[in-house]
DNA sequence: CTGAAAGCGCTTACAG
DNA sequence: CTGAAAGCGCTTACAG
C-alpha cells in the first residue's frame, strides 16, 4: 500500500496542495471551512507528511539534538524524558547523543553532529553547558541552542537552571536546625558550576547561623559514589568527626552511608546524612535519603521549550528559573 | 557559508553527482582512481549528504527507533548507548521512544511513531519484546525489526538475548557452594519472560544438589525496590529465615538488604544476598552485591547490528546469544 | 483567500 | 566504468 502523499490530500479535498501545507503548518489565510475540509481529509487518509520532504524544500530538519556527557544514568534519562515530551508536542524530533570528547576535540565532535544530522538546535545539558569550546563552536555556526544550568549567565542564547546556591543553604540550616554544629561538607566534581553553588550555600548557612566554617570538614568529591565513600571515611575517622554530613549529591550521600555502615555508625542516631539530587538511589539505600529534589524533567522540558520558541520567534526568550525541595526522609534526625 | 552539496562535489572532482553516489554509498562499478579523487574532495569541502534529500529520493529514512516501557534508568542508558554506537558506525541515526500504553493501544502507539517517523525498523527491548499485540502491528506493516530477550523464539524476526536461565542457576550453584541450604527466592514481575526463566533456573540447581524447593522461601516480586523490601520482610520474619536470599534483579536485592539492616541483620555474616543485572546499583550499596553481570550495552549493540544486516540483504540473520557472568562481591559469604 | 511553478539535494532507472 | 534525466514530497516565492 502506498504512502499517501499530500497531492492524494488536496485531490480529495478538491484544493491544491499549497492549500493543505498552509492548513498543516497552521498558517493565515485560509477560510475556516476549507480547513475543516482539509483536516477531515487528513484525517480520514490517515497522512502523516514525509519528514524527508518537508526538511529538503524548507530547509530546516525538524531535529533538536541533546547533548550530554556522562552524567548519572537517572538524571539522565530524566532530562530526556522532558525533551522528549516537548518535542512531541510540537512534532519535533529528538535526537540524544553521548558525548566523548573534551576541550577542542569536543567542539570537532559537537560540529559533526550538527553538520550530519543538521539538528535546527540543541539543548545542551551540565557539565557541557559550561564548556567554552563548545559554545564558542556553536556560537561560530550560529546555532540556536540552550542551556541547562550553565555556569555564566550572560549570553545571547537563554537557559534553564535552579537556585542552587539557596537549595543547599536551606538543607544547611534544616540540619542545624537539628541541632547539628559540626557539620561535614563532600564537594562536588570542581569542573561542574553547581558544585560551587552548592559549597557556597552551605557556606551561608552557617554563616547566619554564627557557626565557623571548618575546612578541615569540608572534602573533595567527583559526584561519584566512591569519591563520596572515600571522603565519608575521612570525615568519620577524624578525631572529633562530624554529627552530620551533606554531600553534593545523591551519589556520593550513599557512599557516606556506605562508609558509616563500615564503622558501624549508626544513621541517623550516631550520624545524619543529606544528599542532593533526589535520584532513583536516595530511595534504594537505607535508611532512605533526606535531600533536595532537583526538577530535572522539568528543566530539559522547559529548556527545551524556550528553544522551540526561539526557532519559531527568532527572538531570544527570557530564561527560566525553576523550583527545588527538600525532601527530608530517615537519614538525619536530631543530634 | 552555504551548504555543500553533491553537485559542489561532483564539479570539484570532475564527475556526474551519479558517480559521487556511487562513492559515497559504496558502489561498485567505479575506478579506484576516480574513487580516490572524489574521496579527497568530499574531505576536503568536509561535505556531508543531506539526510533528507537521502531519505526523500532512496525512499528510506536511515532512522532506526528504539522503543521501551519504563525499565530501569541503569539498564535503559546501557541499551541506549549500544544501539547508538551502532548506528552511528552506519551512518543510521537512533531515535529513541519511551512508550506509554499497553495492549491495542500500544500498537495505535507504535502504529503512528512508524507513521511519522517513517523509521526503517526498530528495536524491541523487554518486556515490549515480549508483547503479542505490538508484534503484530509490526508484523501487519511488515516494519523490519530485531527483539532483544523475547519470549516466543521462532519468529520471522531475530533476536539477541542471554541464558537466564542457566545464569540464574550458576548464581544459585554458587549460594549453595558457599554451604547454604535453605535459600529465599523473589521472582520478577509476573508479565516479564525473564523472571520465569530465573526462577526456572533456581529451581533446577536445587533439585541437582538434593535441595528441596520449599514454595514458602519464594516472594513474588515486581522488579523494584519496594516489592524486594517487602518480600525481603517476609522472608526474614519467618520463624526459620533462609540464609541466603537470591533476588530476580539488582533492586529488590538492595530492598532485600533495607529489610535486613532495618531488623540488624548482618550481610554477609547472618544473611548472603545476591542480585541479578549488575546494574550501577550493585556497587552503591553496602555491603557491594554479588551479582549477575548482563550484558545490556552488547545485547543492544548486537539487536541493532542484526537489525542493520536485514535492512542490508533483505535475509534474515541467526539470533545472537550474549554470554553472562556472576560477579562475586561482598553481600554473600560462607553460610 | 487560493493556486501554479520552481526547486530543495539526493537516488532510481536507464542508456551507453 | 560513467552519466543525463526524471522524480521523491514537500515549501518557497510569486501571482492573482
Redesign the interface.
Known amino acids: 500500500m502506498r504512502r499517501k502523499t499530500i497531492d492524494d490530500v488536496a485531490k480529495a479535498a478538491g484544493v491544491a496542495i499549497k492549500t493543505v501545507s498552509r492548513v498543516l503548518n497552521d498558517e493565515p489565510n485560509v477560510k475556516e471551512e476549507t480547513r475543516a475540509r482539509v483536516l477531515a481529509v487528513v484525517k480520514e487518509l490517515?497522512y502523516?507528511p514525509?519528514?524527508?520532504?518537508r526538511?529538503?524544500a524548507g530547509n530546516r530538519?525538524y531535529l533538536i539534538a541533546l547533548v550530554y556527557e556522562n552524567p548519572?544514568?537517572?538524571y539522565?534519562?530524566?532530562v530526556?524524558?522532558g525533551a522528549?515530551e516537548r518535542c512531541r508536542e510540537e512534532?519535533f524530533?529528538?535526537?540524544?547523543?553521548?558525548c566523548s570528547g573534551r576541550g577542542e576535540e569536543l567542539a570537532r565532535e559537537i560540529t559533526g553532529l550538527v553538520?550530519?544530522?543538521?539538528a535546527d538546535g540543541m539543548v545542551v545539558t551540565p557539565p557541557l553547558s559550561e564548556s567554552a569550546d563548545l559554545i564558542a563552536a556553536l556560537d561560530q555556526r550560529s546555532l540556536p541552542f540552550v542551556r541547562i544550568a550553565p555556569n555564566e549567565k550572560p549570553h545571547r542564547t537563554p537557559y534553564a537552571d535552579m537556585d542552587d546556591e539557596n537549595a543547599a543553604c536551606e538543607m544547611t540550616e534544616y540540619l542545624i536546625s537539628l541541632g547539628h554544629r559540626q557539620i561535614g561538607f563532600i564537594k562536588g566534581h570542581p569542573e561542574h558550576f553547581a558544585s560551587g553553588q552548592r559549597l557556597k550555600g552551605f557556606r551561608i548557612a552557617l554563616q547566619r547561623h554564627g557557626i565557623p566554617y571548618e575546612p578541615d570538614d569540608v572534602k573533595d568529591g567527583l559526584f561519584e559514589?566512591e569519591s563520596g565513600l572515600e571522603a565519608g571515611r575521612q570525615l568519620l575517622t577524624k578525631p572529633k568527626p562530624p554529627t552530620a554530613i551533606f554531600a553534593s549529591n545523591d551519589?556520593m550521600a550513599?557512599?557516606v552511608?556506605?562508609a558509616a555502615?563500615?564503622m558501624g555508625i549508626e544513621i541517623p542516631r550516631q550520624l545524619s546524612v543529606a544528599g542532593f539530587d533526589d535520584t532513583?538511589?536516595a530511595?534504594?539505600?537505607?535508611?532512605q535519603l533526606t535531600t533536595v529534589h532537583q526538577p530535572s524533567y522539568d528543566l530539559a522540558y522547559s529548556a527545551t521549550d524556550l528553544l522551540l520558541q526561539m526557532l519559531k520567534s527568532q527572538k531570544v526568550p527570557k530564561p527560566v528559573r525553576l523550583g527545588y525541595r527538600l525532601v527530608c526522609r530517615a537519614s538525619t534526625g536530631p543530634r
Chains 1, 2 share one sequence.
Open positions: 490517515n502523516h514525509s519528514l524527508s520532504a526538511s529538503l530538519s548519572s544514568a537517572n539522565i534519562v530524566d530526556q524524558h522528549m512534532r524530533q529528538l535526537f540524544v547523543h553521548q553538520d550530519q544530522t543538521r559514589f551519589d550513599a557512599g552511608m556506605m555502615h563500615e532513583y538511589i530511595r534504594a539505600v537505607w535508611p
